[in-house]
């Protein structure tokens, strides 16, 4: 009988404790969980002296971003992480954030790290990137470590969304794959050749999508635009302001990338006719790009 009463409070224990996880005044990693459901009575009264502990060590320490990050400790400015900083990069678990840290748990704690690189590469990137090329063994390995799970991470949600759009090639799907791409790109997390090839799947796709007039969204075409610039594809770049000088004739936009293409062919005649167009148009540029149009038409004084 005492057995069985015995087994029974190791129930109701366990079940309250297991209720307080899921409305979130708890949280128990896989160790704990262990101990509670496998040591009666004694395994709860130690999982919630444990947690209590862990209460107050986060009210009394205050946490560090060397303490996220730790290759950054030895820099001669600490830059000190609060709590309500972390809203910015959209984690919904900042308490197992923070107990992961405590408990000193590395795999918990790299996911956990790997999640908020994702939500802000570019906060994070450069700066990994810089380690690698630090002189300490463990530091690159640390900026190694990252970097590769980062690009693993990016993978798969970039193959995912790739999936996504070919089973149901919807508008929709198509900008959510080419939005992604994008960041993927911009993180500048992929380099080398496989960065080139990240760029040539967008230029592609974006190019697919807008001989198919599927696509009409301006930000489409100056992204097209800017990476055929980048590689110095006159051919591209002419065939994709023959379509943007349809949708937007004599945009700002527009003009900019026909000068910077007429000035990557060094094409002086051409250059100096197109001068006179704008002009005679009166295409407004800011003042950024003003500069730029200046000193084409400075040149071709010279």
């Not at 205050?62 to 910015?88: G, K, N, Y």
């Not at 009409?216 to 075409?221: C, D, L, S, Y």
């Not at 610039?229 to 700002?252: H, K, Q, T, V, W």
């Not at 704008?278 to 003003?290: D, G, L, T, W």
Request: aromatic residues 10%; charged residues 20%.
């Amino acid at each position: 009988m005492l057995i069985v009463i015995f087994l029974l409070l190791h129930v109701i224990l366990v079940a309250y404790t297991l209720h307080r996880v899921n409305v979130g005044n708890l949280y128990l990693d896989t160790y704990l969980m262990l101990l509670l459901i496998f040591f009666p009575i004694l395994g709860a009264v130690a999982v919630f002296w444990i947690t209590g502990e862990r209460g107050q060590l986060l009210t009394r320490k205050e946490l560090r971003f060397e303490e996220v990050i730790p290759w950054m400790a030895d820099t001669e400015e600490v830059v000190e992480v609060q709590e309500e900083q972390f809203s910015e990069f959209a984690i919904n678990h900042i308490v197992p954030f923070r107990e992961a840290l405590l408990i000193n748990s590395s795999g918990i704690r790299r996911e956990l790290i790997i999640d908020v690189i994702f939500e802000s590469p570019e906060r994070f990137v450069s700066l990994l990137h810089t380690a690698r090329l630090n002189d300490d063994v463990e530091v690159v390995h640390y900026a190694t470590t990252i970097l590769s799970e980062l690009t693993a991470k990016y993978d798969g949600k970039l193959h995912h969304l790739e999936r996504q759009a070919k089973q149901d090639a919807s508008y929709e799907n198509q900008i959510a794959y080419l939005d992604f791409l994008e960041s993927y790109i911009n993180s500048h997390i992929a380099e080398g050749h496989y960065g080139q090839q990240l760029r040539q799947q967008y230029i592609d796709r974006v190019q697919q999508l807008i001989q198919q007039g599927r696509i009409t969204e301006k930000r489409f075409f100056l992204t097209l635009a800017n990476f055929l610039l980048e590689d110095r594809n006159s051919d591209g770049l002419a065939s994709l302001l023959i379509r943007m000088e349809m949708l937007y004739p004599f945009d700002e936009e527009t003009c900019l990338i026909s000068l910077q293409k007429l000035y990557l062919e060094n094409n002086q005649a051409e250059l100096a006719t197109y001068l006179e167009e704008i002009k005679a148009q009166h295409v407004y540029f800011s003042s950024e790009n003003r500069s730029f149009v200046n000193s084409l038409i400075q040149s071709q004084k010279g």
